[in-house]
Structure formats: structure tokens, C-alpha cells
């Protein structure tokens, strides 16, 4: 009578901690995940001092903590201001991190046998990345003497895995020009290509446009904007030195949560970063 018991008593233990185990397996797939988020003009490592100096460029990023950093204006080979030097592999290897190069610009080398000179946006990731893309929207070149409208590469998007939560994470530069007609055409481009992927989304990089510019309002109709959800100052980035516009951006998706947003102060490039600390929601699997 007594082994009937005890055996009965094990049984129900085994239950409630196989029970257990389940029900945590499967909260733990319905867990928020935290990561903070930085976008970055670095100027082509170019500080208001005039001075190349991707050190200092590694040292801001990595003083912040970032775990995801959108670059813009990124020189890989491209020429003697960046010492010829390919910056996101540099600075990849100086933090340690996963990155992906998207060029806009790609040129045959000034000598024969050089690298390639490239010139566009990236990312850098202290988590992995599942896939990557190179995608074209409408730009007007900056080197072309006489340029038009037309389709060419520089708006990057990657996949993350972050800690099991799914991220599809986009770096853009938009076009500089007082007439916002390439800006409009390009929003357009980007949030046809945007649609689609699915689950979380966050969109990072410098539009060159102020938040009540028409121009970046379908974007702000689909993401939330990351720095005016936690803030009520400006949050102006550009010029460094006197911040008087605010142009660089965190965008997300409805699934991503925003805890806090703040613009950085450092002289190591004309811009100054934004960095969020943001929550996403684990799939299921």
C-alpha cells in the first residue's frame, strides 16, 4: 500500500514538473527580448575637427553599449579623406561584431589591382544575421555631372536573430537636395520594399528631411517614431558642433516597444547618433 502510494506520489511530482517545464518553455517563447539601437552618420569617419580618425568612431559606439548600429555615409577604398581604408570591415574588427555593407556608389579603382571604391550604408550587429539585401530605390547621384532620377542600390536590409526574436532591420540615406521631389519618390520605393517582410521592423539612417517635412508622412503613417514616443524635446543632430535639425531617425514597427531615446553628444563625426533601447516580442516557435 505504501509503494502505491509513494509511486503514485512520483507520478503526480513527474506531472507537475513536466507541467512546469512546458509552461515555461512556452512563456519563454512569448518573452520580450531588449536591445539597444543606434543610428550613425559618421561622415566617412570625419570628426568637426576635420580629422580622420575611425578610432574615434569605434570608441563613441562602443562607450554607448549599441547592439545594432546603421551607419550612413560609410567609405570602403573610396579615397584619400578615409585613407583608402575599408572603415566597416575596421570597425567590425574593433568591436567585435557581425556587419553587412550596403554600397550605393561602386567604382573600378583609380589604380589597376586596387580594391574597388565603395561608398554607401551598413550595419553592424553584435547578433547574427540571417540574411542580407542590397536593395535599389530612386536616386539622383551625386556623381554625375548632369544626373536623373533612376533606380540604384543603397537601401540595405538584414534579418537578425536576436536572442530568438526576428528582427528585419533597414539603413537608408536619403537624398540631401532642397527639393524633396527624389525624397517622396524614394519613401515610396522604400516602404514597397518594407511590406514585404513580416513580424518586427525597425527603420534607421539619416532622411535628410525635418519630422514635418510631407515628404517623410507615409513613413510615420506605418512606423512609430522612436525619439518623439519618449521625448518632448527636439532632438535636433546635425550640425554636431550646433545642433539646429533633426534628420537622423528610429522608426519601428508596432511589434517593438521604445523604452527610451536619446541623442548622443560627440564631435567625432558632423551628425550626432540617435540610440533607443527597444523590447521585441519572441516568436513562438
Not at 528585419?168 to 524614394?186: A, C, E, G, K, N
Not at 513580424?199 to 507615409?218: I, Q, R, T
Not at 514597427?253 to 521604445?258: A, F, G, K, L
Request: neutral net charge; hydrophobic residues 40%.
Amino acid at each position: 500500500m505504501k509503494k502505491t502510494k509513494l509511486m503514485a506520489l512520483c507520478l503526480v511530482l513527474l506531472f507537475l514538473s513536466i507541467f512546469t517545464n512546458l509552461h515555461v518553455a512556452s512563456a519563454s517563447g512569448n518573452k520580450e527580448v531588449k536591445a539597444k539601437v543606434m543610428t550613425y552618420n559618421i561622415h566617412a569617419g570625419i570628426g568637426m575637427d576635420s580629422q580622420y580618425n575611425l578610432s574615434r568612431i569605434a570608441g563613441e559606439i562602443k562607450e554607448s553599449g549599441a547592439d545594432i548600429i546603421a551607419l550612413q555615409e560609410v567609405d570602403v577604398h573610396w579615397g584619400s579623406r578615409s585613407n583608402y581604408d575599408d572603415m566597416i570591415n575596421k570597425l567590425a574588427e574593433k568591436l567585435n561584431m557581425f556587419y553587412f555593407f550596403a554600397p550605393i556608389y561602386d567604382f573600378d579603382p583609380l589604380m589597376e589591382h586596387e580594391p574597388r571604391r565603395q561608398y554607401g550604408v551598413a550595419v553592424l550587429s553584435k547578433f547574427p544575421i540571417l540574411k542580407a539585401k542590397n536593395h535599389s530605390i530612386t536616386r539622383l547621384s551625386t556623381q554625375d555631372p548632369n544626373p536623373l532620377p533612376a533606380p540604384a542600390p543603397g537601401f540595405l536590409e538584414v534579418l537578425l536573430n536576436i536572442k530568438g526574436a526576428k528582427l528585419s532591420f533597414y539603413v537608408t540615406h536619403l537624398d540631401f537636395r532642397p527639393d524633396p521631389l527624389v525624397r517622396h519618390m524614394q519613401v515610396a520605393d522604400m516602404l514597397q520594399i518594407i511590406s514585404s517582410s513580416k513580424g518586427a521592423k525597425l527603420l534607421a539612417g539619416d532622411m535628410n528631411a525635418s519630422p514635418d517635412a510631407p515628404e517623410l508622412s507615409p513613413l510615420f503613417s506605418r512606423f512609430n517614431d522612436a525619439w518623439s514616443a519618449t521625448n518632448s524635446q527636439p532632438g535636433y543632430t546635425f550640425p554636431a558642433d550646433n545642433p539646429i535639425n533633426r534628420i537622423d531617425y528610429i522608426l519601428t514597427s508596432p511589434q517593438i516597444t521604445v523604452k527610451q531615446t536619446n541623442v548622443l553628444t560627440t564631435f567625432a563625426s558632423d551628425h550626432l547618433p540617435v540610440i533607443a533601447d527597444i523590447t521585441i516580442q519572441r516568436t513562438k516557435k
